[in-house]
């Protein structure tokens, strides 16, 4: 029995592990590394005989996935590993996790342990370089593009791991009315990982997803306590962060350095509403591809796009087909979102809140980059389904049918 808990710790940590970091085939790994680690999951240790609960999801994802990376972009390659990533993080819910609340909170601890892990990392890369940086190349067996940064070979993917954690770790603290000190230790060490995290983006999606938060938890006293944290976050910045790390590696510095404009995410995206503009059925219905519309643009050189996952995904499949499916994709997600937001105090939803809110900044963060759920970004991927299989097991345990969720003791559809 207690090696059966070890092999599947040991299994989920490594599934976790490649998932979050989006390693996927490696030096080591020839075959896709989610599939090694997540095959012997639904294989050997499945949780009961349980119906797919999924078909919907999957299938429009592959319309996704064929339409935006087979037709649209016309990689194959990023097609099929999308795919694979995908098709695995369904198996393992569906799966394994199934009906068992132990496995979905185990889960949960080891993707956000993961991630603390990762931030950890990136903490010390400021101090270290050279060092951390080997260490990262080594726990990815891939080669590091940019630095600093945690278990992510460019910053930008960093930030989605950043910007999950962040959110959780703020939201988490309150939803599950800890001491009032692990929540002023909690919101400090928020406020250090985004200044020393170089993801302008991140600091963005926390401001986003905490005020929205403090509004629907504190009512009126979200007053206070906005306040209260802006008292706080620069009481913090000037006399501990600013005063104890590097000032050349910070958030700050990098928004006041000469490439600071390089990556202006607005004027990417201004230009990038002129090319839709020209084309506004969407690229795929022209027979045309971004570097074929974007060749004489002399903000979009060398491959440049605009660093807006949606943005990219309506410029190739137009308002019709690329609006259908994210309504198709996201239906679900957000009934659940707003179902949980305005009963945000019962503790039994106290979980699906935090989880809510940290799918609320990744899904934030895609205005400013390329990855995003349909590019099965692994914390986007997660917490996508992590959200989905929490409500199929509150309405599991609590109502009659499996496509129920309890919110206030009424029975909500999702």
Partial sequence: MLLKK?????FMTSYLYTLSFGIFMTQIFRIPAPFVFCLPLILFFKEGKLPFLYTKEAILFFLALFFYDFIGMADRLAFFASLIVISCCIFYFNFFVGYNRRRFNLSMAIFYGLLFFSAVIMVLNHFLPARIDQLRSTLLNDTIMQSPAGLALTQFNYGYQLAALVSFMFVFTHVFRLNILIKLLAFIICVTFIYLGMNRSVFVTFLCSSFLFAVFYYRYKSIFIISAAVLIGFVSYAFIIKENFDAKNNIMAKNEGKNANYYNRVGLSEENLKVYADYPFGLI?????????????????NGLTSHNAYLMFFTYLGPFLGLGLLIFLYYNIGKIFLGV???????????????????????????????????ADGPTL???????????????????????IVIDHQYVKI
Avoid at 285 to 301: A, C, H, L, P, Q
């Fill in 285 to 301: 219905f022209y027979g045309k591809n971004w570097g074929e519309v974007t060749y004489r643009s002399t903000i979009f050189t």
């Fill in 6 to 10: 070890l092999m599947i710790t040991f």
């Fill in 341 to 375: 937001l305005f009963k945000i105090k019962l503790k039994e939803n106290a979980m699906l809140i935090g989880l809510c809110f940290s799918f609320l900044g990744v899904s934030i963060n895609a205005f400013s980059h390329n990855g995003w759920l349909v590019s």
């Fill in 382 to 404: 997660f917490l996508y389904f992590s959200i989905l299989h929490l409500a199929k097991i509150q309405a599991c345990q609590n109502a009659q049918e499996p496509d129920e």
